[in-house]
């Protein structure tokens, strides 16, 4: 009895480990840097590879800086490597890879009211084409999207939105009607690789002074194809949106919405807009979803929902106020994805002391910004008629960011979507079944390159840069700090720039 105890024991540690779900790193590359280098910037190829670049502020004899550019494979070999001499006075201002070329935005950083450079690199084989682009207004660049030959610039010009289109087969500038306006915001700029079409989203004030988003479609000539602003109801000021594709029939916009004259959202809203104009929208507070509030710990989500429930049983009003961002909506054959993430940013206090009038000692309270903490993303599954399916939360721990920028990454992979982001030296994924269920939550160290690497200075909360590639793939990029005390030819402490390969890999 006792021996086939053990055997069953053993049989339970030994199956699930051959098909137990995992996250697999298949391919690593790392390259030695110096303690104060620039770091690379990484941008993906799709099914081509890697493209990374970096200022090496090295110079020429004529006193140009050095850029180096590595191309790599989908299986991370390297294909080539060049350095490019660049004016020492231009400063990185954007990068956008469409169809086998990448395109980087550079501008004078002496001269900002001025033109603007842009390398049109072939990705195959490296070789680049050079663009003056004359700006005809001075915008505060915040978009830089690709579109074949066409090149789109957004940003803001006095506090008024502005996009730029610029044709590199034509070398002429134009910009785009109806978009500069008092009290507009320009919220996103979303080229469709299928058509060669872009949308542009405006945040504006209608009639009845509520906020509201403008869906403009152009071809990539900049002739409008149609501009949609949504109806929303009084008092629900339209926050912030991503929209669809045009599917033929339709598209979907949603976002977030909130009271009107604040910035802090309430709900989420998902709109229909077809070419004749009938549009469809419907509202979902946060308390109306079922997991919003899991990234609490238990006890206080308890708290929050029986809270919910009174008031829902007293007809009360139901006030959540967050600040969300939203970077994704996927349409997954007849039902719509949203992303987003729940953040607030954060300001600390210092103090010192000084004499005032040379007299008497006082002591000043200087506040400074130290970073967007984000509490939790979420995913939303929405039918084609605009129904809540199911919600997910993903615990972000008050991760740390300097910038606003999408931490969580989701990809869908047959009937389940793959939420990943990495942090503190780990890649952590949740797993989402078609009916909403959890299947799984992995959680993985980044994998190193030998066995008896050991990972140096690890930061609470430290951001290591992930992004989905190629079909079911991911790659995540960073540097580390890296001992290694038995390998002999390694350097004892090493600073390294690396770019793991990831993917989700579901139980067999």
């Not at 309270?365 to 084609?384: K, L, M, P, Q």
Request: with cysteine.
């Amino acid at each position: 009895m006792w021996k086939r105890f053990i055997q069953l024991i053993m049989g339970s540690l030994l199956i699930p480990t051959l098909a137990w779900p995992q996250i697999v790193q298949p391919e690593r590359i790392e390259i030695e840097i110096d303690r104060n280098s620039n770091d690379f910037v990484v941008v993906s190829a799709k099914d081509e590879g890697l493209v990374i670049f970096r200022d090496t502020e090295e110079k020429n004899q004529e006193g140009d800086n050095l850029w180096e550019f590595h191309k790599y494979d989908t299986s991370l070999k390297e294909e080539w490597n060049q350095l490019l001499a660049m004016d020492p006075n231009l400063m990185l201002r954007g990068y956008d890879y469409d169809k086998g070329q990448l395109c980087i935005l550079f501008q004078n950083s002496v001269y900002r009211d001025q033109e603007m450079f842009m390398l049109n690199m072939a990705v195959a084989s490296g070789d680049t084409a050079q663009h003056t682009i004359k700006r005809i207004v001075p915008v505060e660049l915040s978009y830089f999207e690709i579109i074949g030959q066409t090149v789109i610039l957004g940003g803001q010009v006095n506090y008024r939105p502005v996009v730029v289109h610029y044709d590199m087969l034509t070398e002429k500038i134009r910009v785009l009607p109806g978009i500069y306006q008092n009290n507009g915001e320009l919220i996103d700029i979303i080229p469709n690789k299928t058509d060669n079409t872009f949308d542009v989203l405006i945040g504006e004030l209608n009639a009845d002074r509520v906020k509201t988003v403008t869906v403009k479609a152009y071809d990539q000539y900049s002739n409008l194809l149609q501009s949609a602003p949504i109806a929303t109801e009084d008092k629900k000021n339209l926050l912030d949106a991503q929209v669809t594709e045009f599917d033929g029939e339709k598209q979907i916009l949603a976002g977030t919405y909130g009271p009107k004259r604040s910035k802090y959202s309430r709900g989420l809203f998902i709109a229909s807009i077809t070419p004749a104009g009938t549009q469809d929208i419907k509202y979902y507070n946060y308390a109306d979803l079922n997991n919003f509030f899991s990234y609490m710990r238990d006890k206080r989500e308890e708290r929050v929902k029986r809270r919910i429930a009174r008031k829902k049983e007293k007809d009360k009003k139901i006030n959540l106020n967050y600040r969300m961002v939203v970077h994704e909506l996927i349409a997954d054959n007849g039902k719509y994805i949203l992303l987003g993430e729940a953040y607030y940013p954060k300001y600390n206090s210092y103090y010192y002391s000084g004499l005032y009038s040379g007299y008497f000692p006082s002591r000043y309270n200087e506040s400074y910004f130290d970073g967007y903490r984000y509490t939790h993303a979420i995913a939303v599954c929405f039918s084609n008629k605009g129904d809540l399916l199911w919600d997910h939360a993903f615990k972000l721990d008050n991760t740390k960011s300097m910038e606003l920028k999408q931490l969580v990454h989701v990809n869908v992979q047959d009937d389940s979507v793959v939420l990943m982001y990495s942090c503190d030296g780990e890649i952590r994924s949740n797993v989402i079944g078609n009916k909403g269920e959890v299947e799984e939550s992995v959680t993985s160290p980044i994998k190193l390159t030998h066995s008896n690497d050991e990972l140096k200075n690890k930061n609470d909360n430290e951001i290591e840069g992930i992004q989905k590639w190629y079909d079911e793939y991911f790659y995540v990029h960073g540097t580390q700090d890296i001992k290694n005390q038995e390998n002999v030819g390694l350097n004892l402490n090493r600073k390294v720039f690396f770019i793991n390969k990831v993917t989700y890999n579901a139980m067999m």
